[in-house]
């Protein structure tokens, strides 16, 4: 069996958040009031770097602007984000982390919704990902998520669930990330490593000798 190495996506497999570049997309195509947006993002952008981020209230606003769409419309809408972002969002450590682990099985771990993670796993030829689930009733955006959220003792949960039905020891996999949310997981894995992380991080890492990789 091949070795479990787990990316977190934001911060960690690309440069910068895809959340935060993706409603700003959502908003040069007029599908989201610049003011409006302005507003929140600066708000929920200081929740989540202090630790005290209202995960369902963000989620709501990500999907607000697609509420009605389809999966297509919506997985098209995605496709031409990442075509447009990607000089911003992905550099020569995305292409070396892949690469290093090519011969690995790699599954994307992310808080971000599920169709924005299977975008960047589609675009970079990956077929396992973890993202927070989307609502569809009739195929359609609600602007609602189903399940647990893929963030902080939630993401651990799906991917230990992820896991078991593949056989797989979370403990023995290798776990990259950026960001104090990811503790549980990072606590899990024995074999984490911090990239770029934020202070929080960073002092939970020095304090427990994990290895640390500064890039960004």
Known sequence: MKKLVIFDLDDTLLGADSEFHFT???????????NIYLKKIKAFDA??????????DYMKFLLFPLIG?????VNELVSSFIVYSKDTLIDDLTYELIEQHKKDKILIASGALDF??????????????LGTKT??????I???????????KGKLVNVMEWCEQRDY?????????DSIHDLPLVEK???????SPDDKLKAFALKNNINIYNCY
């Open 24 to 34: 700003k997309f959502i908003v040069e195509k007029g599908m989201l009031d610049k």
């Open 47 to 56: 929740e989540y770097r202090s630790g005290n981020l209202n995960f369902k």
């Open 69 to 73: 769409r389809t999966k297509q419309e």
């Open 116 to 129: 924005i993670v299977e975008g960047f796993a589609s675009f970079f030829d990956i077929s396992e990902f």
């Open 135 to 140: 609502e569809l009733i009739k195929n359609k």
């Open 142 to 152: 609600t602007g609602e998520t189903v399940g647990e959220p893929n963030f902080e």
């Open 169 to 177: 020891k979370v403990e023995d996999a290798t776990f990259y990330t």
């Open 189 to 195: 894995c024995k074999n984490s490593i911090v990239v």
